[in-house]
């Protein structure tokens, strides 16, 4: 199973579940070449190289009834889901999907506290919004890009059928933690009755000034996202009006 880091965190408390430890290994997504030179070239740098790397990374949870990790790149890699199946047949997939306007934003500010970017928000969001096809894999800039959930799924269903996937909306997990962790359990095959703590947000960065979506750039890219947005509302059956537009600042 492949998860956000922040619920790798509340599935490794489970005693039934054991999670690698290193959180993003990222082997199913690995390219040697597609970072070099890049200003992100850094988040490769845990990256697992071979298969056998890979499953030693388990061995130590061989008694759980569940062993995971959390690469969030499985999701946007077009090759990942032909080559997860190739290796993994009947693996269990989890995606937890954010907003994503909010989405970019919070990627936007990763960036800009690692030092990755200089521009403004607004100016960031235009930029990648120029860019063309030939462009665009070479840029650090995937901040609009990575919000296109509904293509990204359906490539995994090509390979794995709609049971091997489950999918969560992060709102859930802010609102209802327990009720969606339980659920989560229940999917993987471990007891469903166990408590986490979700007390403390892992992975929460501190924030000074929130930047804000400029509306003709908020409009344009719901323009774009509109088609892909209607396949996530048919895979979650559940209408998103909140998705087409960033939250309120809170």
Not at 32 to 40: E, I, K, M, Y
Not at 93 to 113: C, E, G, T
Not at 156 to 167: A, G, K, N, V
Not at 172 to 196: C, K, T
Request: aromatic content about 12%; proline content about 7%; glycine content about 2%.
């Amino acid at each position: 199973m492949s998860v956000r880091p922040v619920e790798a965190h509340y599935l490794d408390q489970h005693p039934d579940v054991y999670m690698s430890h290193i959180k993003e290994p990222m082997y199913f997504s690995f390219l040697p070449n597609d970072s070099v030179g890049r200003p992100d070239e850094q988040f490769n740098v845990d990256a697992v190289r071979s298969w056998s790397e890979y499953e030693q990374l388990f061995e130590p949870g061989r008694s759980c009834l569940a062993r995971g990790e959390a690469s969030t790149s499985y999701l946007r890699n077009p090759l990942v889901s032909s080559r997860i199946h190739r290796k993994l047949p009947n693996v269990q997939l989890v995606a937890i999907l954010r907003n994503p306007f909010d989405r970019a934003l919070s990627h936007y500010q990763m960036y800009q506290r690692l030092g990755m970017e200089k521009l403004t928000f607004s100016e960031a969001i235009e930029t990648e919004m120029r860019q063309t096809l030939a462009t665009a894999p070479r840029d650090k800039r995937r901040y609009l890009r990575l919000g296109f959930y509904g293509e990204s799924l359906t490539r995994y269903l090509e390979y794995f059928s709609r049971t091997q996937l489950q999918i969560y909306l992060y709102e859930d997990l802010e609102s209802r933690p327990m009720e969606l962790m339980a659920d989560l359990y229940r999917f993987i095959g471990v007891d469903q009755s166990f408590i986490p703590d979700t007390s403390i947000r892992h992975n929460a960065a501190p924030t000074s000034t929130v930047p804000e979506w400029d509306a003709d750039l908020r409009d344009r890219y719901l323009e774009m996202l509109e088609p892909d947005l209607r396949i996530v509302e048919k895979l979650v059956e559940r209408d998103l009006p909140t998705w087409r537009r960033p939250s309120p600042l809170r």
